[in-house]
Nanobody
Framework: QVQLVESGGGLVQAGGSLRLSCAAS????????MGWFRQAPGKEREFVAA????????DYADSVKGRFTISGDNAKSTVYLQMNSLKPADTAVYYC???????????????WGQGTQVTVSS
């Protein structure tokens, strides 16, 4: 089992920044990739970004490319999502996920955190 705990969400004005953290524990060696997803009210969960634990590969949704940066700290088993130039459209619950393949489909990720709310005001 792998446990994931997100933190860092909150309320920010448009144009501002937030950094989300996802601390992993348990059998983390069984995972290969960490991803961030988000879900806005009334919408489906959507892919945001992913990174391999080795850091050698990253992937971003077009909607966040150039504004968000995913990174990882293997020593701390923690993944980060730096979010800059935030827009009201970025408002959602953000989820951290762990899986074994780099993918944009949520079904590819086996372990999920509880989510953290990000609200961007206009």
């Amino acid at each position: 089992q792998v446990q994931l705990v997100e933190s860092g969400g909150g309320l920010v004005q448009a144009g501002g920044s937030l950094r989300l953290s996802c601390a992993a524990s348990g059998r983390t060696f069984s995972t290969y990739v960490m991803g961030w997803f988000r879900q806005a009210p009334g919408k489906e969960r959507e892919f945001v970004a992913a990174i391999t634990w080795s850091g050698g590969r990253t992937d971003y949704a077009d909607s966040v490319k150039g504004r968000f940066t995913i990174s990882g700290d293997n020593a701390k088993s923690t993944v980060y999502l730096q979010m800059n130039s935030l827009k009201p459209a970025d408002t959602a619950v953000y989820y951290c996920a762990a899986g074994t393949v780099v993918a944009r489909a949520s079904s590819a990720y086996r372990y999920w955190g509880q989510g953290t709310q990000v609200t961007v005001s206009s």
